[in-house]
C-alpha cells in the first residue's frame, strides 16, 4: 500500500480535531489517532465528514499511512502522555523521522525527550500552538523548537497553517534548539496572565470604584479596541460585557470571581526565580488568581476586615482615561519583563533568539494578538541588541504620556482599597528600574553582618569584594559564596 499521509496527529480533543481541518484545508493529508479508538471513527463521520483526513486504529496503522520522513504530531495532555505515547511510537519509526509534541510541555521535559528521541536516530519537535480553538482552526501562531533537521520538513505545513499577518507572512518560524519553542510559548502564556490580569484590574476599578454598568464598560472598551490597546483580549472583554444572561442581566455578574489555572504561569515564575528575572507583572497575575480561589476565606474576611469605601468620586471619563493610561503602561511593563526573561533563558541555553521574528509570530493568531506587537516588531528591527523595551524610543515615550495617569490610578485604588496588584507592581519595577541609587546597599551590610556575604563598594572597581567587622567580635572569614 503506497502511503498517502503528509503527517500523523495524535490527540482528537477540540484542538487537535481544529488542526487536522485546517491541514486539510491547505491541502495537507492527515492520518488520525486516538487513544479512545471510537474518536477516530467519530471524528470522521461528523467534523471530518467528506475530507481526505485518514482513520487508524492502531499505531503501526497510522505509521503505515505516512510518507517518508515520517511526521507524527502529538497533541495530547502534557507530561507522562507525552512520553508514553514517544515510547509508542520509537519501534514503529525508522531513523530520520520525526516526532512533534504540539502540547503545552515544560521546556526541560522537550530538551531531555529531543536528546532521547534523537539518541534513537530520530529527529524531534517541540511547538508552542497559541490561539485556543479558533486559532487551531483557522490560524494559530505556532512557536516550534528542537532538532534544527527537522525544520524544513514541517516548515511548509506549519506556516501554511498558521495565522498571517496583513502582509501575508505567516505566524509561525524556527525558534531554536532543544526546548526553545516550549520556552517561547511558555513566556507567551505568562504575559497572557499579566494581560487578562491587567484587563480585569481595570474592569474592577470601574465597576466597584466608578459604580459602571457592564453595558457602560462594554462601550469603554469596544473604544479602547480602537486605539494602542488593540487586542484579542480587549476584543473579548468588549464581547464578555455585553452578553446577558437568559434574564437578561450581564452573564458575567453571574459567574462565581474564582479562577482557574494550568501552569504556564507558574512555570513562567519558576523559571525566572532560578534565573533571577524580575517578571514581576506575572508573578502577580498568577498570584491573584491563587488569592481568587480562596473564595469562602473572603467571604469570612469580608466581614470581619475592614478597609475604606471603595467609592471614587469626581470627573469619571478622565479616571476612565488615565485607567487606560495605566493599563498601556503597565501592559509595555509586563512585555519588557517578558522579554527579559527571554534573553536570560537564550544566554544560558545557547539559543538565538529572533526577538522581533517571535513578536512578529504574535502578531497574529495567538491569545496575545494585539497592535501592541507590531510596535514591539519595530523596536527589534530598529536595534537587535535592545537590551530592554523599556529603552526603545517609542515606548520611552509612551511611557511619559502614560505616567500621569498610571500612578494616580494606582495611588487611588490604593486610597480606596481596591486591589491592583498588576498595576501597581509594573510601576514599582518602572521606578526601580530607573533608580540609579537602590538602598540594596544597606541588604548588603545587612548581609554581611549577620552571614559574612561581603559586599563591593563604590569607591573600587567591580568584582572586588570587602567583609567587615562590624561588631568587633565577628573576625575576618567572610562566606565563601556571593549571589548578588
Not at 525508522?94 to 521535559?109: H, K, Q, R, V, W
Not at 496572565?193 to 474592569?203: K, P, R, V
Not at 437578561?248 to 474564582?258: E, M, T
Request: proline content about 4%.
Amino acid at each position: 500500500m503506497e502511503p498517502k499521509a503528509d503527517i500523523a496527529l495524535i490527540g482528537l480533543a477540540v484542538m487537535g480535531q481544529n488542526l487536522v481541518l485546517n491541514m486539510n484545508d491547505h491541502g495537507y493529508t492527515v492520518v488520525v489517532f486516538n487513544r479512545t479508538v471510537s474518536k477516530v471513527d467519530e471524528f470522521l463521520a461528523n467534523e471530518a465528514k467528506g475530507t481526505n483526513v485518514i482513520g487508524a486504529h492502531s499505531i503501526e496503522e497510522m505509521v503505515k499511512q505516512l510518507k517518508r520522513p515520517r511526521r507524527v504530531m502529538l497533541l495530547v495532555k502534557a507530561g507522562a502522555p507525552v512520553d508514553e505515547f514517544i515510547e509508542q511510537l520509537l519501534p514503529h519509526l525508522e531513523p530520520g523521522d520525526i516526532i512533534i509534541d504540539g502540547g503545552n510541555s515544560l521546556f526541560d521535559d522537550t530538551a531531555r525527550r529531543l536528546k532521547y528521541v534523537e539518541s534513537k536516530g530520530m529527529l524531534y519537535i517541540g511547538t508552542g500552538v497559541s490561539g485556543g480553538e479558533e486559532g487551531a482552526r483557522h490560524g494559530p501562531s505556532i512557536m516550534p523548537g528542537g532538532s534544527p533537521a527537522a525544520w524544513p520538513h514541517v516548515k511548509p505545513i506549519f506556516q501554511a497553517i498558521a495565522a498571517k499577518v496583513q502582509d501575508g507572512t505567516p505566524c509561525c518560524d524556527w525558534v531554536g534548539e532543544g526546548g526553545a519553542g516550549h520556552y517561547v510559548k511558555m513566556v507567551h502564556n505568562g504575559i497572557e496572565y499579566g494581560d487578562m490580569q491587567l484587563i480585569c484590574e481595570a474592569y474592577h476599578l470601574m465597576r466597584d470604584g466608578l459604580g459602571m454598568t457592564a453595558d457602560e464598560m462594554h462601550t469603554v472598551f469596544a473604544e479602547w479596541n480602537k486605539g494602542d490597546l488593540d487586542s484579542y483580549l480587549v476584543e473579548i472583554t468588549r464581547d464578555i460585557l455585553a452578553k446577558k444572561d437568559e434574564d437578561g442581566s450581564p452573564l458575567v455578574d453571574k459567574i462565581l470571581d474564582a479562577a482557574g489555572q494550568k501552569g504556564t504561569g507558574k512555570w513562567t515564575v519558576i523559571s525566572s526565580a532560578e534565573l533571577g528575572i524580575p517578571i514581576t507583572l506575572i508573578s502577580e497575575a498568577v498570584y491573584s488568581r491563587c488569592i481568587s480561589s480562596f473564595k469562602d476565606e473572603r467571604i469570612a474576611a469580608a466581614k470581619k476586615l475592614k478597609g475604606p469605601r471603595p467609592t471614587i468620586s469626581g470627573d469619571r471619563a478622565k479616571f476612565v482615561e488615565q485607567i487606560r493610561q495605566a493599563l498601556y503602561g503597565s501592559k509595555i511593563v509586563s512585555y519588557a519583563q517578558g522579554y527579559m526573561l527571554m534573553r536570560a533563558a537564550a544566554k544560558q541555553n545557547n539559543w538565538n533568539l529572533n526577538y522581533g521574528g517571535i513578536a512578529l509570530m504574535w502578531r497574529g493568531g495567538c491569545i496575545i494578538r494585539s497592535r501592541f506587537l507590531g510596535d514591539i516588531k519595530a523596536a527589534f528591527d530598529k536595534n537587535p541588541k535592545l537590551t530592554n523595551l523599556l529603552l526603545d524610543n517609542f515606548f520611552r515615550k509612551a511611557i511619559k504620556d502614560s505616567q500621569r495617569g498610571w500612578r494616580n490610578t494606582v495611588a487611588t485604588a490604593a486610597k480606596k482599597g481596591i486591589p491592583t496588584p498588576a498595576f501597581s507592581t509594573a510601576l514599582n519595577f518602572f521606578d526601580g528600574y530607573r533608580t540609579e541609587r537602590l538602598p540594596a546597599n544597606l541588604l548588603q551590610a545587612q548581609r554581611d553582618y549577620f552571614g559574612a556575604h561581603t559586599y563591593e563598594r563604590i569607591d573600587k572597581p567591580r568584582g572586588e569584594f570587602f567583609h567587615t567587622n562590624w561588631t568587633g567580635r565577628g573576625g575576618t572569614t567572610s562566606s565563601s559564596t556571593y549571589n548578588a
